[in-house]
T-cell receptor, first 113, second 115 residues
Framework: DQQVKQNSPSLSVQEGRISILNCDYT??????FLWYKKYPAEGPTFLIS?????DKNEDGRFTVFLNKSAKHLSLHIVPSQPGDSAVYFC????????????FGTGTRLKVLA | DTGVSQDPRHKITKRGQNVTFRCDPI?????LYWYRQTLGQGPEFLTY????????KSRLLSDRFSAERPKGSFSTLEIQRTEQGDSAMYLC?????????????FGPGTRLTVT
């Protein structure tokens, strides 16, 4: 039962263009979402978060959008740079005792120079 | 702030052997998590500590797995009688309780290979 889904395993984008990574979730109790970037043989690096009380959060080149009614979030990277090439994971948690995160399976982004 | 550290980074062991991994969280973080990641998957939650108390264990954590956080600082994850299916990246993350932000910060992971 995959509660967090990233349906695109890979994405290629030209340098300078926008990268849009998508994530869908099924559990309506999720109220906090994170995006991580991961390079091979390293742990995930936190990128940006969004709470369910917001529909947008921006940090530099990264913007996350949340559509609660559709149970969908997306990460926009503008402009994309070759150093952004990595696997991106979205993760969701519910307000509970542990605040553990449920992760999607990731999208491999390749930014072409 | 030196971030979350994990030791060792890589471990190769034979089936049936016991292994132990260590995680040192960010110093002021009182929440500590262990996750496991296999190829093509996202990290999967294993267990959670708040200070020294282990408050949740996933059903993924069989009886062969045990975790401790004896003084509320570093944590260890032990796997007894390892099996080939235990081969994975074991990730530790930490966060700060009592704040509205809920980011978790991960260490570099320990890659376990069971032969």
């Amino acid at each position: 039962d995959q509660q967090v889904k990233q349906n695109s395993p890979s994405l290629s984008v030209q340098e300078g263009r926008i990268s849009i990574l998508n994530c869908d979730y099924t559990n309506s109790m999720f109220d906090y979402f994170l995006w991580y970037k991961k390079y091979p043989a390293e742990g995930p690096t936190f990128l940006i978060s969004i709470s369910s009380i917001k529909d947008k959060n921006e940090d530099g080149r990264f913007t996350v959008f949340l559509n609660k009614s559709a149970k969908h979030l997306s990460l926009h990277i503008v402009p994309s740079q070759p150093g952004d090439s990595a696997v991106y994971f979205c993760a969701a948690s519910a307000t509970s005792g542990t605040y553990k995160y449920i992760f999607g399976t990731g999208t491999r982004l390749k930014v072409l120079a | 702030d030196t971030g979350v550290s994990q030791d060792p980074r890589h471990k190769i062991t034979k089936r049936g052997q016991n292994v132990t991994f260590r995680c040192d969280p960010i110093s002021e973080h009182n929440r500590l998590y262990w996750y496991r990641q296999t190829l093509g998957q996202g990290p999967e939650f294993l267990t959670y500590f708040q200070n020294e108390a282990q408050l949740e264990k996933s059903r993924l954590l069989s009886d062969r797995f045990s975790a401790e956080r004896p003084k509320g600082s570093f944590s260890t994850l032990e796997i007894q009688r390892t099996e080939q299916g235990d081969s994975a990246m074991y990730l530790c993350a930490s966060s700060l309780a009592g704040t509205v932000v809920r980011e978790q910060y991960f260490g570099p992971g320990t890659r376990l290979t069971v032969t």
